[in-house]
């Protein structure tokens, strides 16, 4: 297999522990037996702590290269919905450790909904406030209760045909 995709692969299986509990990823990585992982075993622990690590430093640099989501700029409200709730589901397959600095990251750059200009458009105006709540439950949120959010977002309405100018 050549270096690069074992580099990738390894990396990819480190980055997925970030779910794990702390403890598991910790215990399993204390005393690995070096003989049966046979050669690069050291690399693939490096590699796991190093992953572990970043997921535990919340807002460095580290953790914010390694776990970052950011959002498309979006064209409309229903885009924005869209965007939202994907920073939701991203941030929080990611497991405890990392959520919270991952969705402050990728709310930050999606920013609230921009009701003000729907200010002349009734229905659009409406359904920019339904986002309102959304929104804000982004703010408070934890990895274990993402669905309160999913609520918010369900019960938003009228978001078809409110293109941001």
Do not use: Y
């Not at 074992?6 to 070096?34: I, N, Q, V, W």
């Not at 700029?73 to 990611?94: F, H, R, V, Y």
């Amino acid at each position: 297999m050549p270096v690069r995709v074992a580099a990738l692969e390894t990396l990819a299986f480190a980055l997925s522990l970030c779910s794990l509990p702390p403890a598991s990823g910790h215990r399993m990585l204390r005393h690995p037996d070096h003989q049966q992982l046979g050669d690069g075993a050291n690399e693939v622990v490096a590699a796991i702590v190093q992953a572990r690590r970043l997921c535990a430093v919340q807002g460095s640099e580290a953790n914010s290269t390694a776990t970052r989501h950011l959002p498309l700029k979006p064209d409309s409200l229903a885009e924005w919905k869209d965007e939202a709730q994907g920073c939701l589901t991203w941030c929080a397959s990611l497991g405890d450790t990392c959520f919270r600095g991952c969705l402050d990251d990728c709310s930050q750059a999606l920013g609230p909904p921009p009701c003000a200009g729907f200010a002349m458009q009734k229905s659009c105006f409406d359904g920019c406030n339904s986002l309102v709540p959304a929104f804000d439950c982004l703010q408070n949120v934890t990895a274990n209760n993402t669905h309160t959010c999913h609520l918010h977002f369900g019960a938003a309405l009228n978001l078809t045909g409110c293109p941001f100018r």
